[in-house]
């Protein structure tokens, strides 16, 4: 059994990082988040109906580079989030210049899954980060390891949780490619046998219209 998945949290101070990581982890917004240098969130959340237990690492956007610690603990990383705000150019430019860097330090090692994600969305009226598939940069990725969505950590709870959802999958399908997310199983429509499975099985399925509607 593998430990926690380990995702590290990059991008330009103010883009919304710590926002985006305490909406996922607990659905609130809190609008003001102490700064700090490095913060670590460690949360089991329900993936797919399974239970995946998750650690944030959330470092402060100054010089990422420069520090070789962040170095040594990336390459220990299962994924990597990079954020940047859509109404803030430069962090679009630091988000670009951070993936570059990656890629120059991990080479040769094999690619990680990358979510590149552009945050405050609510305040669409300021963009000017053209959105995802408008704008082409030459990314130089493995195309298989690397999502680029939009959100709102503000006012898209869903939003939030649907792509860090779609990014934990494709760090789980990387780290154990036999894994797949589990299939609902409809006990009602499978093996109903015998005639009197089949009676049995639609009068539960009815069952429901026949109640008094004060029971629901
Ligand atoms: P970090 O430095 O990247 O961790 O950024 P924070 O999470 O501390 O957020 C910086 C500021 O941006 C705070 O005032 C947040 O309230 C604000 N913020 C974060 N996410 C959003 C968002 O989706 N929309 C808007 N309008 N503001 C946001
Ligand atoms: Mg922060």
């Known amino acids: 059994m593998k430990g926690p998945i380990h995702i590290v949290v990059l991008g330009k101070e103010g883009v919304g990082k710590t926002a985006l990581v305490v909406r996922f982890l607990t659905k609130r917004y809190l609008s003001e988040y102490a700064q700090t240098d490095e913060a670590i969130y460690e949360r089991n959340v329900s993936v797919d109906e399974r239970n995946t237990a998750l650690r944030f690492t959330d470092i402060s956007g100054k010089d990422v580079e420069r520090r070789a610690a962040n170095k040594e603990m990336i ?71 690397f999502l680029r969505f939009e959100c709102s950590a503000c006012d898209d709870v869903d939003g939030v949780d649907e792509v860090f959802t779609k990014f934990i999958r ?26 009197t499975q089949l009676r049995a099985a639609i009068r539960r399925r009815f069952s429901v219209f026949n109640r008094d509607r004060t029971t629901f």
């Open 75 to 145: 390459s220990k990383m299962d994924g990597i989030i990079v954020v940047y705000s859509i109404i803030d150019r430069h962090s679009f430019d630091v988000a670009k210049n951070i993936i570059s860097w990656l890629q120059r330090e991990r080479r040769p090692a094999p690619p990680i899954p990358l979510l590149l994600l552009g945050n405050k969305c609510d305040l669409g009226h300021r963009r000017v980060v053209e959105s995802p598939g408008l704008d082409s940069p030459d990314w130089q990725t493995d195309s298989d390891c």
């Open 170 to 195: 494709k760090i789980q399908e990387k780290r154990d490619p036999s894994s797949k997310p589990p299939r609902k199983v409809n006990h009602h429509s499978s093996g109903l046998g015998s005639p």
